[in-house]
């Protein structure tokens, strides 16, 4: 049985989570947002994958970039997301092999 302070804390969490995503949604239903903000927006994918891709390359070193190099010509060869995500991860664990 979950203790009653734990399910208070998720469900708080829980709560402000979603307040959090409505509001956003409420206010840029009622207010538009500024043509810079609409562009920054659209670009933001980008920096955010980067965010998320750095540390990992600069954690496996040398490994991480022949896989992330691999991932890429997948990628650009095939079109395919899930053969590029196979190309590296057999990248990766063959170099692991190796090395």
Do not use: K
Request: with cysteine; net charge positive; aromatic share 10%.
């Amino acid at each position: 049985m979950i203790r009653p302070d734990v399910l208070a804390a998720i469900l708080a969490m829980a709560i402000v989570t979603y307040a959090c995503r409505a509001g956003g949604y409420a206010i840029l239903r009622a207010v538009r947002a500024p043509r810079f903000v609409e562009r920054m927006l659209q670009h933001l994918p980008g920096p955010l994958f980067c965010a998320y891709v750095a540390p990992s390359l600069a954690q496996w070193g040398a490994f991480g970039w022949i896989a992330a190099i691999a991932v890429m010509a997948a990628q650009y060869a095939t079109g395919n997301l899930a053969a590029a995500i196979l190309a590296g991860a057999l990248a990766m664990a063959g170099l692991q092999m190796l090395g």
